[in-house]
């Protein structure tokens, strides 16, 4: 079974960074995802199991950044000029697919969520 543990989500001022946290409990191909209430789950980023490739949703390319730690298996969201509007849950999710997964379909495991909240 794949264990995968969120930290660092928090209340933030616009225009703040924080800094997500997954840890793994193996290697696999990660994403991040966001949901606020009433809304379907949104792709945020993903990263290639090496860590050689990853995409991002337009509404965060430039502000966001995923990464890789192989080492600790544990894969980092970080968020940077953070905007009200990427206030909402943020889930971390593995694949065991071998290219960059980007649907939510092609994520089998999922973490328990982290709150984000950016105040304006």
């Known amino acids: 079974q794949v264990q995968l543990v969120e930290s660092g989500g928090g209340l933030v001022q616009a225009g703040g960074s924080l800094r997500l946290s997954c840890a793994a409990s193996g290697r696999y191909a990660m994403g991040w995802f966001r949901q606020v209430p009433g809304k379907t789950r949104e792709f945020v980023a993903t990263?290639?199991?090496?860590?050689?490739?990853?995409d991002y949703a337009e509404s965060v390319k430039g502000r966001f950044t995923i990464s890789r730690d192989s080492a600790s298996n544990t894969v980092y969201l970080q968020m940077n000029s953070l905007k009200p509007e990427d206030t909402a849950v943020y889930y971390c999710?593995?694949?065991?697919?071998?290219?960059?997964?980007?649907?939510?379909?092609?994520?089998?495991?999922w973490g328990q969520g982290t709150q984000v909240t950016v105040s304006s």
């Open positions: 999710a593995a694949s065991r697919s071998d290219f960059l997964p980007r649907g939510a379909a092609e994520f089998g495991f």
């Open positions: 990263i290639i199991r090496s860590g050689d490739a990853t």
